[in-house]
């Protein structure tokens, strides 16, 4: 991208509602923000941000607004997950799926949905082996930037960072481990077989 472009998208993605829901059919916001920004993708594919969302970026951008697109979904209501905590049977995956961490639980232990934290990506319902999930609305007659403000869209999109950062963190992490453990077998195997050698047992007598 160029510096104009990457200028667009960091505005462009401030107009977006960080629910990090893939709808549009990119990997999260920033994804389909730099898409807008070189024409390679209309700004009318994000239900959760609905018509004025199309509204907004579309004055951005400088294009007519459209409506949204029927193959990304509806604008409608926000809703939140909610878990059959009785049906939950703890594999985490769940936990895997949420963009902004608003899932916590342990393995083979019952999962819970922080509510607030919620952005209603449905993202976590998919996963679920058990269908314990379920996609509860909680703003009706609300729907789009009329249910979700733009202080909730900020705190989801530090979270949203936050949950990223600490990916990298724990797999470079993980992989330093797995680097140490192999380089201490490669060490005990080298010595094994120093020991296991002719010539190194040949030079100990000799040398005895």
Not at 28 to 52: F, H, L, Q, S, V
């Amino acid at each position: 991208m160029t510096a104009i472009s990457q200028t667009l998208a960091d505005r462009l993605e401030a107009l977006l509602p960080q629910t990090q829901c893939t709808k549009c059919g990119f990997d999260g916001c920033r994804p389909y923000a730099e898409a807008m920004a070189t024409g390679e993708a209309a700004c009318n594919r994000c239900p959760p941000g609905g018509d004025e969302g199309i509204r907004r970026l579309s004055a951005l951008l400088g294009t007519p607004p459209r409506p949204l697109d029927p193959e990304r979904g509806v604008e409608q209501a926000r809703a939140v997950a909610v878990i059959d905590e009785a049906l939950c049977i703890g594999c985490t995956l769940c936990i895997q799926a949420c963009p902004v961490d608003a899932i916590v639980g342990a393995p083979k232990q019952m999962h819970t949905v922080l509510a607030d934290w919620c952005t209603g990506c449905d993202l976590c319902v998919a996963p679920c082996p058990v269908d314990c999930i379920a996609m509860v609305p909680i703003t009706t007659g609300r729907t789009g930037w009329a249910a979700w403000s733009q202080p909730q869209a900020d705190e989801a999109h530090a979270r949203y960072l936050a949950r990223r950062s600490r990916l990298v963190r724990e797999r470079e992490e993980n992989d330093a481990r797995l680097a140490a453990k192999a380089a201490a077998k490669l060490q005990a195997l080298q010595a094994s077989t120093r020991l296991l050698s002719p010539s190194w047992n040949t030079a100990r007598r000799s040398s005895c």
